[in-house]
Structures are given as C-alpha cells and as structure tokens.
C-alpha cells in the first residue's frame, strides 16, 4: 500500500511550492517506508526534475526544494511489492521513455504489456510493475482507454515530456484517490486527511472529493482540464486487504517537523 499526491499549479499561485511539497509527505508518509521520491517541473519545461531515495518519508521531509516556478508536482512513499527497492529504478517516480510517474496499486500483467517495447526495463534488474502504466501512456499518447490493458489495482499521476503543464491522474480499481481544488490550484492525494493537512499549510481553501473508479484527469494551470471515463479491469480481488498504515509514526513525525520548519521560518 503505498502513497502518492502532488499537485497542479498556476503560474500566478502564491503557494509556497516547497512546503506544499512537504505537507502532502507528511499527509502520506504511514503509506510506505521502503523508499520515497518527488519530482516537479516549471510551466513550460518538459523534463521533470526527480528525487528519489531508499528510506522512509522522515528522511526526506527536510531535504525536499521546489524552486517557486514550479507549476507541477508528484510525491510517493513506497510499500513495495515487486521490484526490490534496492534497485533505483524500481522506486518513484518512475520513468518510461517520456514519462516519468508515480503508483500505487500492483499491476499483475506488466511483463506481457512491456514485452514489445525495447525501451522498457531501461535500467539493469529493473522489474517494477508500475513502468506498465507508464508505457501504455507514453505510447497511447495518454490515451484514457490505454489504461483498460491493465490487470490489478491502481491509482496514479505522472508528467509527460511531450505535455508541458499537465500532470496526468487516474484511479482505476482497490486504490483511493482524492482530489482538492482550489484558487488556481488542485491538489490530490491518496486521502483526504493528506488534502486536509496541505490546505492548512499552504493556506488554501480546497473542495474535497473522491476520484470515481476508472476516471482519467489532466490537470493544467491548477485547474482540471479534462475527465475522461475508462473501463477499469475488476476481476481483481486481493487475497487479502492491505492496511493504509504500512510505517506507523512516519506521518506524525513529518507533521512534528513541518511545524518546528513553519516556526522557524516565522
């Protein structure tokens, strides 16, 4: 069970883009220990500047930097299924030709979807099964219906080269994902309690909502741009429910320094 969130800005957002980064962490942090990662980009460059590292969020939460120019955001915590977090590769964001993203789910049917693309599994003992979801994207030309490939769970985001001010976001099935927006800006994360926390630290007002099963979203200039509709696979049962809290007091300790950062700062 792991942990994503981020957001879309516009150029004109006062939001202050590193402690928003930071809240949403701290919102997601009990998702995952395994590794943790984020990756931005301003308006009109193509190319994502991702960070990514073997520990839990707590390890990062001081480290985090997103330059004011940033328009777009992607966060994840990582409670890792197949792909061992000891290979880079394997943690998020998650890279496949133009497309960098971030998941959380398990995808059952990525070996037979990567399979015709020579440029997946780019790095040596990369075995992720999220880089699936990444593939069909980039070779659908984000198409929503590519998604319907898919067999398992999943909620994901991701950032396209080709796309400059977008930021991607699905929800298929057996994974949560919330949407807030706001004044020039949208946020999402896997709970609406990570939501909670980035609207009271970046001094926003948010109208919360859960994404429906099998929505596509593009999310430009802090605004959703486009809901599409795909036919998620539900033949997916797990044999057994996850718990969300998969590393207990991460979150709690993140919300405990993002206070002590906030009134240093004042």
Known sequence: MCGIAGYSLSQRSGVDRTLAAQALLAGIADRGADAVGYAYRGWEDRYPVVTKQRTPASRLLDRITVPANATELLVHVRDYTKGHPSIPANNHPVRHGPVVGIHNGIILNDDE???PHSCARAEPRMTVDSEAIFALAAHSQNAPRALEALAGSMATAWLDQREPGTVFAARGVGRP??????????????TRTALEIASEYAHVR???????????????AGRVARTARFHPDRSYVEERALPAVRAPGQSAYCLERLAAIVAAAA
């Not at 807030?180 to 994360?189: K, S, T």
């Not at 948010?206 to 430009?220: N, P, Y």
């Open 113 to 115: 979807l990567l399979a």
């Open 177 to 190: 994902l919330w949407l807030g927006r706001g004044r020039d800006v949208v946020f999402f994360a896997s």
């Open 206 to 220: 948010l109208r919360m909502s859960e994404v429906r099963d099998g929505t596509f979203l593009a999310l430009r």
